[in-house]
């Protein structure tokens, strides 16, 4: 009996610890946290010896938070060549919570500039160089706990020479043309806590690890699914098998669930890396688009014993996409590119790239507003910051790796995969991304197949084209291509222009008319040569680039089997880089350095609101309405219209004269103190759109406006506020001419940074400069202490003006914060969805070439219709055999033909064309950015015969050379200036107009 009883108790008390066990084991593990590391760190520019060390004495160093430039005082002050280089250091003292202990910490830096050595508590903890890229160290062995405080410190060398370690070997992108060297720690930084069991972080550099991957396919457009697929590279670091379920969950903006599945179940052992997965069909979906910035919370969750060991929240969206015909295609619909080639730093003055997030979606979203869909950023891959911003206003992007002006070998090109490398794996659950570019201007096809192959191991879902500027031949691996300057079409793969305008223009001038009268083009010589293009006022910059657009949307989709997938202008904003006209900085932005929207923006606001063709008619009168009295002038409206009438003070000036697609010129109008306006019709007579600006009062006041922000103005030491002023009339009327000298002054916790204008050092961090065209603006750094902040500004004989500011609390606990840099911010989804109609309709019929014959060189008469810019048709030079003669698919009337011959910008040919013996044409052709469309008397036939009726000739327009000397592209290598009797045909397209078309039906 007491046997069986001592049994009876060991029982009892071996199930209690049975059940103790598998409670405390079913206990769910430590949930990860990431916390901003921006906060209170503290700069020193220069070479402190001993500065890595704890103890070191940091006191006299200059409190900052970042994200922080430690010479960002010269943005827009001085020259990118003359940007300050050499060390600096930064230093954080930091504490984690004790309940941190045995968890896995991470570091993550999304870039630093040039090259960082690491220390932490005084031990190197490692290194970077490549001045582009985010990278993480593990720190999980070195950091103290508790009480116990932590000093991490960073040597940062922003050399412009500055060579890795490993190789001696340059980076390509260290460039002073294009990479303006903004030193330090100028991006932001996270302290990442997570379980044993653990989702990695998508940083290769250092950690060599990829973190999660989000796609969809199977997409039903229009009813609004897809499958949706998650995978996530997890690790072990316990020293057990660890037996973990992988389950994903999706929310919608308004934390709403909208689907929940779970996915493999696998055993990880001790020290193992796996790759789990799932997936499963999702209905009701918003699909990311252009302006309609939807995005989903998809949660990928580790689950241990049915608990949750590990959660990983990633901000993505999802979109469809295709590359074909020479067109792109985002949900189902053909999108013509239109938007921007922008200097990665997308800087502003005083502060360099280091922007807080709001100012980013501020820049951005003015991108959007302008109607532009698309950014390239150029040279380097962006900053995180700007590609999730992209993400939220609904910016596609060209997410570049790391480039110069040329294909590399070597060291070199090695460095540019692994930049590659690093930013797909780091950027690819970025829906706004749609294109990776692998150079800034052509590689090798072995190379081509190099980055292609990097894109499949690490995105090989994302519906992302991989390309590089130029890659024209469509026998390359490129899934997409096109130059600078001139225009390319392609049946195949779209191509693209990577830089249609680089002309340079300050928006303190408006034009001729207005003070402070500066002449159009008038500037200094660079590099000895005229650069009058780089010297425009704003009235004959946004009439150039209307006209430059033009080129490229008259062969859009639609227009035949060949077409253009369009083209970004350079660049968006005022940018500290290289530079042809009078200024220190580079002046072809659509909005100057702080955003203030010049009147390209306009021009191209109206011409670019549609996916392909205008969908919405839109009006803009170029300039103001306030000159002296006696002024004539020629004044320009753009507009969607078919016809444009101009009033002045209600008096009919008559029709505008049409040209360029969008471009209505009214000649010699004379100025009357009043209003102009301008009225778009239909080719019927239909009212599409109205536009009118006025004569403002003589100038009595200033006013004060915080540019509007979509969340509080934050005391963390970082945040800024836009703020706007103007000179106004005594109705509140903008005085668009007004050039008043503005001084400032400044009370309360906030640090000046300025502004900008054209004058001594252009104004930077100064508190009096003047409004230019009547307005300027200026940026006030928030303290690390709340309150209120009073900003005043006087001007002689103008009423003065105020602002009250008020910074909010903002939480920092032993240098760690939890409010993300990020937060708040919303996603403007205004544009709508993807519309379910059409973004075009066919204007004509291409009729196919099936063979050639010529007076010469018959044998390759097949390379001027073989889809291949890169090749042509020339004839031996004699007058006698300039003539090509082609056989078409089918019996067709042609009424247009399309043809890029060489020298496009520079000859003009006088041709002869007939169709089966009939003349259609005799003529001259004009000089283009690329393709000249004939206009023929409609002829029936099979044959069609393209023959030169006289000596070409050379013409001024559209000529000139680079600034570096380089000669512009004019169509192939060869050049033909001085060749009299020679043809060559780098392209030509047969064309059948609809009516004709219906004929032969």
């Known amino acids: ?158 050399d412009w020479n500055y060579r890795e370690k490993k190789t001696n070997t340059k980076f390509q992108w260290e460039d002073k043309n294009f990479n303006a060297n903004y030193g330090g720690i100028s991006k932001n930084v996270y302290l990442h806590v997570v379980p044993q069991v653990y989702q990695t972080l998508p940083l290769y550099s250092n950690l060599g690890t990829t973190g999660v991957y989000i796609w969809a396919d199977q997409y039903n457009i229009k009813a609004g699914a897809a499958t949706v697929h998650a995978s996530s590279e997890i690790k072990n670091e316990t020293s057990q098998p660890q037996v973990v379920t992988y389950k994903v969950s999706i929310t919608d903006p308004a934390d709403k669930p909208v689907a929940s599945f779970t996915g493999d179940k696998t055993t990880v052992q001790p020290g193992e890396t796996k790759i789990l997965e799932a997936s499963s069909a999702v209905k009701g979906l918003h699909f990311w688009s252009w302006g309609y910035g939807y995005l989903y919370n998809v949660e990928t969750q580790l689950l241990i014993n049915n608990l949750p060991a590990d959660r990983v929240l990633t901000k993505t969206g999802f979109r469809k996409t295709a590359f074909k015909d020479g067109m792109i295609y ?43 869909n698309l950014v390239r950023w150029m040279h380097i891959t962006p900053w995180k910051q700007d590609i999730e911003s992209c993400d939220r206003v609904g910016l596609m992007q060209s997410m570049q790796a790391g480039d110069a002006e040329a294909d590399v070998t070597g060291e070199r090109w090695e460095q540019r995969k692994a930049v590659m490398r690093d930013a797909i794996i780091y950027n690819r659950n970025n829906p706004s991304i749609l294109f990776y570019e692998s150079g ?78 500066h002449k159009d083009g008038d ?34 989709p639609g227009t035949g089997k060949r077409v253009s997938a369009g083209g970004v202008n350079i660049v968006w904003s005022e940018t500290n880089t290289h530079h042809r006209g009078a200024e220190n900085y580079r002046r072809s932005g659509e909005v100057d350095g702080l955003r203030i929207k010049k009147q390209n923006f306009y021009a191209n606001q109206v011409m670019w609101d549609g996916w392909v063709n205008p969908e919405k008619h839109h009006i803009h009168i170029i300039g103001h309405w306030n000159y002296k009295a006696g002024t004539r002038k020629d004044i320009y409206v753009v507009s969607t219209a078919d ?156 009423k003065e003006a105020s602002l009250t500011l008020t910074t909010k609390p903002f939480a920092v606990t032993n240098g760690l914060a939890t409010i993300l840099p990020s937060a708040g911010l919303p996603s403007p989804l205004q544009r709508g969805s993807t519309p379910a109609t059409p973004s075009y309709v066919a204007t004509r019929i291409p009729v196919t070439i099936v063979g050639a014959t010529a007076g010469a060189h018959a044998d390759s008469a097949f390379r001027s219709y073989d ?103 004019d169509g192939v290598a060869r050049d033909d200036a001085k060749a009299k009797g020679t043809l060559s045909i780098i392209e030509v397209e047969m064309y059948e107009g609809l009516k004709e078309a219906g004929k032969k039906q």
């Open 440 to 517: 800034n201007k052509g590689i090798s096809e072995p190379h081509m197949l190099d980055m292609k192959a990097i894109r499949d191991q690490y995105d090989p879902h994302g519906g992302r084209a991989i390309g590089s500027r130029e890659m024209l031949n469509n026998k390359t691996v490129a899934e997409y291509g096109g130059e600078m300057l001139y225009t390319n079409k392609s049946a195949t793969k779209p191509l693209w222009a990577m830089e249609y305008s680089r002309d340079e223009g300050s928006r303190k001038y408006w034009d001729d008319y207005t003070p402070p009268y």
């Open 867 to 969: 889809d291949n810019e890169t090749t042509d048709w020339v004839n031996d030079g004699t007058a006698s055999t300039a003539w090509v003669e082609y056989e078409l698919e089918r019996e067709a009337t042609i009424n247009q033909i399309t043809i890029k011959l060489n020298n496009f910008r520079s000859r003009t040919y006088p041709l002869v064309i007939t169709v089966d013996g009939k003349e259609a044409f005799r003529g001259v052709t004009k000089t283009t950015l690329g393709y000249y469309t004939v206009a023929c008397t409609p002829q029936r036939g099979k044959k069609v015969r393209i023959q030169l009726a006289g000596n070409a000739a050379a013409q001024n327009g559209n000529t000139g050379v680079e600034v570096s000397g380089k000669k512009l592209d």
């Open 643 to 798: 016809k444009v009438e101009l009033k002045v003070n209600g008096a009919s000036k008559g029709w505008g004269q049409k040209s360029d697609g969008f471009l209505f010129t009214f000649k010699s109008i004379a100025y009357q103190q009043g209003s102009i306006s301008a009225v778009g019709y239909d080719a019927q007579g239909k009212q599409l759109a109205a536009t009118q600006i006025n004569t403002t009062g003589t100038p009595v006041a200033l006013r004060l406006t915080q540019v509007k922000r979509p969340t509080d103005f934050i005391a963390d030491g970082h945040d800024l506020a836009l703020v706007e002023v103007e000179v106004v009339d005594a109705k509140g009327n903008r005085c668009d001419t007004a050039l008043n000298m503005i001084s400032y002054t400044l009370q309360g916790p906030a640090e000046w940074r300025g502004g900008m204008a054209i004058g001594p050092d252009n104004y930077i961090l100064s508190k009096n400069f003047p409004v230019e065209g009547g307005v300027n603006r200026f940026l006030i750094r928030s303290a690390t202490t709340p309150g209120m902040i009073t900003v005043k500004a006087t001007a002689e004989g103008l």
């Open 330 to 372: 985002l949900n189902d619909r053909v999108i013509m590119v239109h938007g921007y080639a922008q200097r990665t730093s997308n800087e502003w003055p005083a502060i360099g790239l280091s922007v807080p997030a709001w100012l980013s979606d501020y820049s951005n979203g003015l991108m959007v507003e302008s109607n532009g």
């Open 1 to 158: 009996m007491l046997y069986q009883k001592r049994v009876k108790t060991s029982l009892i008390f071996l199930c209690c610890l049975l059940a103790i066990t598998g409670a405390l084991q079913a206990q769910p593990q430590p949930q990860r946290v990431k916390y901003n590391f921006n906060p209170g760190w503290r700069v020193f520019a220069g070479d402190a010896t001993g500065a890595e060390t704890p103890g070191f004495d940091d006191a006299g160093w200059k409190p900052v938070t970042l994200p922080y430039a430690w010479n960002e005082d010269e943005a827009f002050h001085k020259d990118i060549a003359q940007l300050p280089t050499g060390i600096a250091w930064y230093r954080k003292h930091f504490k984690l919570p004790a309940k941190a202990a045995g968890q896995k910490i991470f570091l993550e830096f999304e870039g630093i500039r040039q090259a960082g050595d690491f220390y932490l508590n005084g031990k190197h903890i490692g290194l970077h160089e490549n001045g582009i890229m985010a990278f993480g160290f593990d720190i999980s062995s070195d950091v103290n706990f508790g009480d116990k405080e932590n000093v991490l410190a960073a040597r940062i060398d922003n």
């Open 523 to 556: 500037g200094p010589l660079y590099n000895n040569q005229p650069a009058a293009e780089y010297n425009r006022n704003m009235e004959s910059h946004a009439v150039e680039n209307v006209k430059r657009w033009f080129e490229f949307w008259n062969e859009r």
